[in-house]
C-alpha cells in the first residue's frame, strides 16, 4: 500500500486535525467527535445546514463548511456513515434555533444514522428536516435495490440549499430547495482503477489493465457493468447518455455540469472529457449556463470520473451563483 | 434457568468470545464486502465489539437485559455504517424482553423482537441477500423447537445455528435487493452476504459459549 | 496505461479545448497555439503577468489565469516546455502597453525558450522582464548542476506579481515583488508512484512496492534519492526540515505554507501531512500566517506531495491576500 | 563538390533518412531520457522531424543554407524543450556559414559554429553529460582529418561519427552537470545523455546517406 499514512486507524482523525490546522478560523472540531462545524457558528437567525457520510470522498463533506453552504459535517470512519450519536451531536451543535437540515446521501447506512439522530435531536426541541440524494442514474430504482445512491450531485443540493438558508430561508423553503435540486440533478461514474482503503491496504476491486467499471458508486464498490477501456471521448459519451436521458433535458433548457475526479485522476484528463461533455449538450441544443471541473466527491485515490448534469432555471441560477467561502468553493 | 449471577458470567463469556471471534474473522468480512460492498465490514464489526470489550468491567454490576442494551448502544455508538444501528437498534430494543432474565420463554421473544426490528429499520424482506436472511431460519428453527418440538433451549440453540448456516449459502445464488449489494444489480449473484456472515459467527460463539 | 485520453498526440489541445468550454467567459485561446489568455485582456493600463512551461502541471499553469495572477499562459506538451515562437506570440497577446513579466521556472528548456521569445517581442517593442523562480532545496545549487530547479513555489510567486500589477505597479516593481518572493520560498517534493505520461504510457521510473524517492521535480524524474517506504509523519518531517533549514526561518517569523499534492494523492493525505507540518512549525516557535493544502503544482498522476515555505512580511501579506479570481485559485 | 541540385537532393534525403531514423529510435531516446529526465525526448525529436519532413516540398526551391535555416526554424517552432532551441537555434544560425554552398571549407566552418552555438546556448562545458560531449570530439576530429591529415571530408565524416561514438559513450560513467539529469546528482551517472544519443543517430544517418 503505497499512502501517506501514519497508523491506518487514525487515518480520519489525522485528516481532521490537518483540517483544523489548515483553517483555524473557519473549522472547529467538536471534543471527542469527529465532527467539523462553522468556527463562527451557529450563525444567529439562520436554518443550520448539515451534512456527513464516510471520509474518503474529501473535500466532501468538510471542506464545504463555510459561510453559504455547510454549518457542519460529520466524518465517519473510511467509506463508513457516522454513527447517530456523533450526528445527534452536530445537529444540537449547529442549531441556531431555526431547526436543522440534514442533506443525507440515500445509503441505508447513512439513512438509519440520520434517522436516529433525528429522534434524538427532536426530543431536544429541535427541528430537523432531512432530504435524501438520489441522484446516480447507474442504479436503476427497482424491487432489487434500496434506491438510487446519492453521489456528486449532493454538491449542488448543499451549495443551493445553504445560498437558502443564508438567504433567511426557513426550514420548510430551505427542505423544498433541496427537493427540487434532487428532482433535478442526475449523475453517472465510472473507475479506472479500484481505490485502496488504509485499512484494507488492498485493491477493493480487481481491474483488468485493458478493463473499466462504469456505474461505480463512491465507495470503492465495483459499478454494475466491466467492459473494456474506452477513450476518454467514448466515456463521456456513455455518462452523459445515460445521465441526459434519465433526466429528459431538452434542447432549449439549461443545465449546470459536473466533470468530477475521483481523486487519482488529473485534472487535465477531467478537461478532455470536458470538452466532450460540452460537444455532445451543443450538439443537442442544451445550453450550459455553468460547467465545473475537479474533484469534488472523491474515492481516496480512485481513477474515474462522474459526469453529473443539473437543471436549472432562474431560482436555482440565483442559488448557485450566491456567494460561497469555504475552503473547497468560493465564488 | 440459573441464577442472575451465572446468566452474567455466561453472557459476559459469550460477549468475549464473540469479540474474539469478529477480530480472528475481522479480514473475512471485510473481504466478503469488498466483493459486493465498501470492504468495511470486518473494520465496523471489529470496531463496535472492541468497544465493548472495554465495557466488559462494567457489566459486573449489571442485569443481562442492561448489558444487552449496553452493547446495542455500544455499537450504535462506535460502529456507523448500515450495520451500527440494525445490530446495535435492535439489541437496544430487544433487550427489554430480557428485563425478567433469561428463560426459554424470553429468549424467544428477544429473538423474535430482534428480528422484527432488524426488519424494521432495514425494510429488508427475507431473500434481499442481507442479514435477515441468516436471522429469519434461526428465529423460526428456534421457536419452532422450543414449542411445538419440546426441545431443551440449548438443542434448539444448535439447530437454530444450523439453520442460520443455510441462510447465509442461501445469501450467495440469490441477487442482492437492499444494501450496498444492491447497487449492483446481478453481480451480486454468486457472492455471499457479509452482514449474514458475520450474523452466523455471532451465533457460533454464543452456542460455544453456552455448551462449555 | 489507463487514462481519459483519447489519442495521446491530442492530449494538450483537448485539455485545453476543455479549458475554454469550462471557463467561456475567463478564457480564450490564441488561435492556432496553445497559448490561453484572459478573454478580458489585454487589461488597459496593467503591466502583464505570463507564464508557461510543460503541460502536466495542472492546475498549473492555466488555472492561474484571471483578475490578479496571470494574463496568459502557454502549454508546451506534456513536460517540455512551449516554443520560443508561442511565447512570443503571448508575450505579444498580452501587452497592454506597460511591459509584460515572464515567470519562468529554472529548466534549461524553460529558460532558452523564454529568453528567446523575449528577444523576439522586444524587437517588437515591448518590454520584457523576467523572473526565474529556483525554490527547490533537494536540488543543491553546485558546479554539478544548472541551479535549482522551479517547482511549487512558482504558485505563490504567480500571486504576488499578479496583485502587484493589478494594484498598478510598474514593471520593475512587479519583477522585484517576484524576486523578493523567490529569495524567500523553498520546497522539497516526494513521490510514492511514478507517473505515466500519455505518450510513453509506462512508468517514467520503477519504484518497489516499500519504496519512494525523494527530492522529485515536478517532471517525472526520479528525486534525488530512494528511500524505504515512510510513513506520513516522517515524509513531513523529512520535508519541512530540509525546507526550513535551507531557508534558515527564525521563531518568530511568519510564513505561508503549501502542502500540495502530485495528482494522484487523496485530498485526506495532504491534511495528515498538513496536521504534522504545521506540529513542526509550531514546535519551532514559527508562525503560519496562512496554509494552503491541495493540488497547486502537479505531475499528472503522480502519488505524492511537496512542502513550501515562504517567509512573509508585510508587503507580502498583502499581495499574498489581495483579490484574486482565478479558475483554480480565488479568495 | 558537386552543383546545388544535386547537394539539395542529398540533403533532403538525408534528412528523410534523419527522420525516419527518429522515428524508429524514438522510444529508445525517450528510455533514455526517463531514466534520468522527463521521458520525452524521443516524442520532442520525433515532433520536430515531423515538421520538418512536411516542408519538403518547400525545400525543392531552396538553397541548401535555406534548407538547413528552414529546418532550424522548424525545429524551433515545434519542439520546445531544451533540445528545441538547441539543435533548431544552433542550425538556424550555424546555416549562415553554409551560404556559398557545401564545400569541405563550408562544413567545417558550419560544424564549428553548430557546436559553438550549443555551448553558448546550453552553456554547457565539455563533460557536463549532454550532446556537447558527442558533439565536441566528433567537430575536433572532422576538422583534423581535413586540415590536418587531408582526408578526404566522407573519410573524415566517417571518423567523425566514431567520434561522436565515443563521446556518447562517454556520457554513461560521468555525472551530469547540465539539463534535468543533473538534478539527479549522482543517481545520473552510469545512464546514456539522450541528447548526445540523438546526436549521433544524426550523424549517422547523414554519414550513410553520403555513402550512398
Ligand atoms: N436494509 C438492510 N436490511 C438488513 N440488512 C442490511 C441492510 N443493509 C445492509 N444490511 C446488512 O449490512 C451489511 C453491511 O454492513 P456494513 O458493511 O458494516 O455497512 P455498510 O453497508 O454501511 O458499509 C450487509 O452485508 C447486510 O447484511
Ligand atoms: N544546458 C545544456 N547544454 C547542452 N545540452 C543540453 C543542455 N540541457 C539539456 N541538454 C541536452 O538536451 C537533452 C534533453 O532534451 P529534451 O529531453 O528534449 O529536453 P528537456 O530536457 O527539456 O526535456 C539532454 O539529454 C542533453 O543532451
Ligand atoms: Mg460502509
Ligand atoms: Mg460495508
Ligand atoms: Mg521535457
Ligand atoms: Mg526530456
Redesign the pocket.
Known sequence: MKKLVNDPSDYVDEMLDGMTAAYPDRLRRLDGTKVLVRADGPVDGKVAIVSGGGSGHEPTHAGYIGDGMLDGAASGEV???PTANELNEMIQACDAGEGVLCVVKN???DVMNFDTAAEMAEMEDIDVAQVVVNDDVAVEDSLYT?GRRGVCGTILVHKAVGAKAAAGGSLDEVQAVGEKVIDNVRTMGMALTSCITPEKGEETFDLGDDEIELGIGIHGEPGTERTDMMTADEVAEHLTENVLSDLEVEAGEEVVTIVNGMGGTPLSELFIVNRKVQELLDDRGIETWDAWVGDYMTSLDMMGCSVTVCRVDDELKDLLDADVDTPALKD | MADESVQREALIAAIENVAARIEAEKSTLTDL?SAI??A??GN??HRGFEAVVEKVDEFEEMSPADIVKTVGTTIIGNVG???GP?YGGSLMSASQELEDGITAETSIAFAEAYLEK?KDR???HLG?K???DALTPAVHTYKKSIEHDDLPPLTAFAKAVDAAERGVEFTVPIRAA????SFLGWRSVGHQ????TSTLFIMQEILKTAEE
Chains 1, 3 share one sequence.
Open positions: 467509506f463508513t456513515s445509503y441505508e447506512g434500496s | 464486502d460492498g465498501d468495511d465490514h465496523n464489526m455504517g448500515a450495520s440494525l432488524v432495514g425494510d429488508a434481499a442481507t442479514m435477515v437492499k444494501g450496498r449489494a452476504d457479509p452482514g449474514a
